[in-house]
């Protein structure tokens, strides 16, 4: 069974920053391939960036130059850096591995 545990996310003004990480326990994958998804109020649930077991990386165009997803050292962690952050980010974001999903932290962007 795996099991994700996020966090991270939180209250921030247009144009600031924050970094999401999720860390996942009981994969059979070194490196598994891991992903961030979002959702906001009423609207779907969408891919934000995610990174395979070699290490490619893959963003929305709505976050491309802002938004960047790496690996720990530890290779079952993943962290998002956020940048830039525009109030059209506020959602709801979810840790992904395997069609396994984390309980999601939230990241509001308000001034």
């Known amino acids: 069974q795996v099991q994700l545990v996020e966090s991270g996310g939180g209250l921030v003004q247009p144009g600031g920053s924050l970094r999401l990480s999720c860390a996942a326990s009981?994969?059979?994958?070194?490196?598994?391939?891991m992903g961030w998804y979002r959702q906001a109020p009423g609207k779907p649930r969408e891919l934000v960036a995610r990174?395979?077991?070699?290490?490619?990386?893959e963003y929305a165009d709505s976050v491309k130059g802002r938004f960047t997803i790496s690996r720990g050292d530890a290779k079952n962690t993943v962290y998002l850096q956020m940048n830039s952050l525009k109030p059209d980010d506020t959602a709801v974001y979810y840790c992904?591995?395997?069609?396994?999903w984390g309980q999601g932290t939230q990241v509001t962007v308000s001034s």
């Open positions: 992904v591995t395997q069609s396994y």
């Open positions: 009981g994969s059979p994958f070194a490196s598994p391939p």
């Open positions: 990174i395979s077991s070699g290490d490619n990386t």
